[in-house]
């Protein structure tokens, strides 16, 4: 059972020019799972948005709707005021999607290419930029990541962290109004996580407008403006980092951060 889209005819009012991303009413469903229900969310020009909570809680699902990756089965979904409807063309899904970067849990990096001709590849053939001003680009960005000497470098002889690193600097790449991320860190040694979060860190002190999945708590804590804590498909409880992990109002909330921080 599938609910109908909330509009159909484009003419709900649109967020105001500081939202890149509002989500309204959105839902899931995978047959009769239903996986996300009635979730609302507004990301702002230059946040960090967390989303945190238990495994199976429809973060990633709400991240790949947010992209265009899933299709929402019903609700709407704005980015930089252009609706988003489960029957959108994929044209328009095309177009939307170049303002947003998607950084995943696998990298998802060609392994038959270098590391440079990785971050140039998306940029010449969707943006249309001539090879050399994209060769320019790809230098700062990978020298942004800290792996301008790995440029020559083949996916197969980096590690986890500097593969994720790379998958930045592609995301980045396209110039995007936001970046996407889905656990980016969960497939890497636990060394490797800081530097990754580093990298993080800086475009958040940068101002870059980024949504998080992440079981990195200190992250969320520490670099995000909200976060937002999911369960059961719903967005339960979202605040400040400050107020929401010192003192939770849900008692879903306070239990979940009482397992995962170790607090009793």
Known sequence: MV????????QSPKPDAEVIIQASKINKYYGERHVLKDVDLQVRKGEVVALIGPS?????????????????????IYVLGRVMH?????????????????????????????????????????????????????????AKVGLAEKKEAYPGQLSGGQKQRVAIARALAMQPQALLFDEPT???????VGEVLKVMKDLADESMTMVVVTHEMQFARDV??????????????????????????????KMFLERVLGKS
């Open 224 to 253: 995000s403006c909200r976060v937002a804590f999911l369960a059961d498909g719903h967005i339960v409880e979202e605040g400040e980092p400050h107020q929401l992990f010192s003192n939770p109002q849900q008692p879903r909330t």
């Open 3 to 10: 609910a109908s889209p909330t509009s159909t005819n484009g």
């Open 186 to 192: 969960s497939a890497l040694d636990p060394e490797l």
């Open 56 to 76: 199976g809680s429809g973060k990633s699902t709400l991240i790949r709707c947010l992209n265009g990756l899933e299709k929402h089965s019903s609700g709407e």
């Open 86 to 142: 489960p029957n959108t063309s994929h044209k328009e899904l095309s177009l939307i999607r170049r303002d947003l970067g998607m950084v995943f849990q696998s990298f998802n990096l060609f392994p038959h290419m270098t590391v440079l001709q990785n971050v140039i590849e998306a940029p010449m053939l969707v943006r249309k930029m001539p090879k050399k001003n994209a060769i320019e680009m790809a230098e700062v960005l990978l």
